[in-house]
């Protein structure tokens, strides 16, 4: 059971727009920790997508954007292609566990049509 | 460009030890905190462990908590995860990751290609 909770699977057509939740609590997004993202395309390592709630590496296509919100945050993909079919994963930090905890959502495998 | 290159993964028996390495290179190590994160065949990230710029604090998970041992050599640009005590649950892909702060856990910016450790009899 993850301390993030993120959808298990989402669905879209190519050029449509699909959003990917990550619901916290009081203890960790709610109390104001960034939120970070990732994109684990299949069997390769995870890769930085979004970091600092809403920000892009270099080289990251502004199709994708990250936004907080109280105790929630959202990934958003628009103009869906077929290489975004990955696993996504927001990360955050967590104050209220046995010392500093980064935390992870469960993943959010998204299918493109 | 920045690389990290993990290795020392492989079968080990219930109970039994295996040290992992991580070199890295293309950025400053000595200025970074460092991270080990792992993967379940088919599941999810686990964050297991972060060390300081300079090793003078350790963090981790408490599913790892004292059967694990994250540690750094800067001169030889190298972190470690020494694992004990090991457990059929531990079985999964091993990530280095680079944090990008020193002092403090923030996020991920570079992640080695993993390795893969699998606790079997």
């Known amino acids: 059971q993850s301390v993030l909770t993120q959808p298990p699977s989402v669905s879209g057509a190519p050029g449509q727009r699909v959003t990917i939740s990550c619901t916290g609590s009081?203890?960790?997004?709610?109390?104001?920790?960034?939120v970070h993202w990732y994109q684990q395309l299949p069997g390769t390592a995870p890769k930085l997508l979004i970091y600092g709630n809403s920000n892009r590496p270099s080289g990251v296509p502004d199709r994708f954007s990250g936004s907080k919100s109280g105790t929630s945050a959202s990934l958003a993909i628009t103009g869906l292609q077929a290489e975004d079919e990955a696993d996504y994963y927001c990360?955050?930090?967590?104050?209220?566990?046995?010392?500093?905890?980064?935390?992870f959502g469960g993943g959010t495998k998204l299918t493109v049509l | 460009q920045v690389q990290l290159v993990e290795s020392g993964g492989g079968v080990v028996q219930p109970g039994g030890s295996l040290r992992l390495s991580c070199a890295a290179s293309?950025?400053?190590?000595?200025?970074?905190?460092m991270h080990w994160v792992r993967q379940a065949p088919g599941k999810g990230l686990e964050w297991v462990a972060f060390i300081r710029y300079d090793g003078s604090n350790k963090y981790y998970a408490d599913s790892v908590k004292g059967r694990f041992t994250i540690s750094r050599d800067n001169s030889k640009n190298t972190l470690y995860l020494q694992m004990n005590s090991l457990r059929a649950e531990d079985t999964a892909v091993y990530y280095c990751a680079k944090d990008r702060e020193g002092r403090r856990v923030y996020y991920f910016d570079y992640w080695g290609q993993g390795t893969l450790v699998t606790v079997s009899s």
């Open positions: 293309g950025f400053t190590f000595s200025s970074y905190g």
């Open positions: 009081s203890s960790n997004i709610g109390a104001g920790y960034d």
């Open positions: 990360q955050s930090y967590d104050s209220s566990l046995s010392g500093p905890h980064v935390v």
